[in-house]
């Protein structure tokens, strides 16, 4: 099981596929494993060489219990030891939710290292929790309801499959994770690589990433219709077609 170090927290990746170098990055609660089940890595893995990575604080990754763990440059530090693990000096980026944050970051503190970038579901704007998602993590369904409450996603429709792994994992992690986000929109005019940002319509999200994809200067946007946050990002067969084509004209 391959791992990258990053000032000694281990980050778990997997790569699979062959072609240019494509980073997928899951969103908060998820893991590499999701971009298998939802069927991008079958979509994907003849044209591209895709390393998938578990965020720190999911899946096999390190999963420390400190908030100064999370911030954004321990992200982005993280992607960047996978990079260098692979001797891969850049790669494209596809980052969805939590992963697509991390995209910003990695335009903000390694733009060296992104050949482009595709963004689903998230913006680079401040971000403050309300008291009420602040659990600790010692109730996971606490933990989780506040969640869906905030992002509008209705928990009946989430398949039993997909909640049973949420529920493996490490909350009091996740509580450590989830934090007020400041504002990295200063980042957004100089975004000169090719991007390519998107968002269900019926996510509470959409606006916000609407509106930073017009101050890229390479920026397109493009939107998934009647889709939550959740689903649009696990409905794989709506968003493929629209950035395959992105990454076919960046590749």
């Known amino acids: 099981m391959p791992y990258a170090d990053n000032q000694s927290t281990r980050i778990h990746y997997q790569v699979e596929g062959d072609g240019p170098p494509l980073v997928l990055q899951h969103g908060f609660t998820g893991n590499l494993m999701r971009w298998h089940s939802f069927g991008y890595v079958g979509a994907l893995q003849s044209s591209y060489r895709l390393i998938l990575v578990d965020a720190r604080g999911h899946g096999q990754s390190d ?10 440059p321990l992200r982005v530090g993280d992607v960047v030891a996978v990079l260098d693990a692979l001797n891969l000096r850049t790669a494209h980026y596809w980052g969805y939710s939590m992963g697509g944050w991390i995209g910003f970051g990695m335009a903000k503190y390694a733009p060296e290292r992104i050949r482009s970038l595709v963004i689903g579901g998230a913006h680079p704007f ?5 008291p009420s998602s ?7 369904d606490a933990f989780l309801t506040a969640l869906y409450g905030r992002l509008g996603v209705d928990p009946a429709t989430i398949p039993p499959a997909i909640r049973q792994e949420l529920l493996a994992n490490d909350f009091r992690a996740l509580a450590a994770a989830q934090q007020d986000r400041p504002s990295i929109e200063d980042v957004l005019p100089t975004m000169k690589m090719p991007c390519c940002v ?3 319509d019926a996510d509470p999200l959409y606006p916000r990433a609407e509106q930073c994809a017009k101050a890229i200067p390479n920026g397109t946007f493009f939107a998934l219709s009647v889709l939550d946050h959740s689903a649009a990002f696990r409905e794989a067969k ?5 950035v395959s084509k992105f990454l076919e004209t960046v590749a």
């Open 63 to 72: 999963k420390p219990h400190d908030p100064a763990a999370y911030a954004l």
């Open 126 to 130: 401040e971000n403050k929790l309300p």
């Open 134 to 140: 602040r659990p600790d993590g010692s109730d996971p």
């Open 198 to 200: 998107y968002a269900g």
């Open 238 to 242: 709506l968003a493929l077609p629209h």
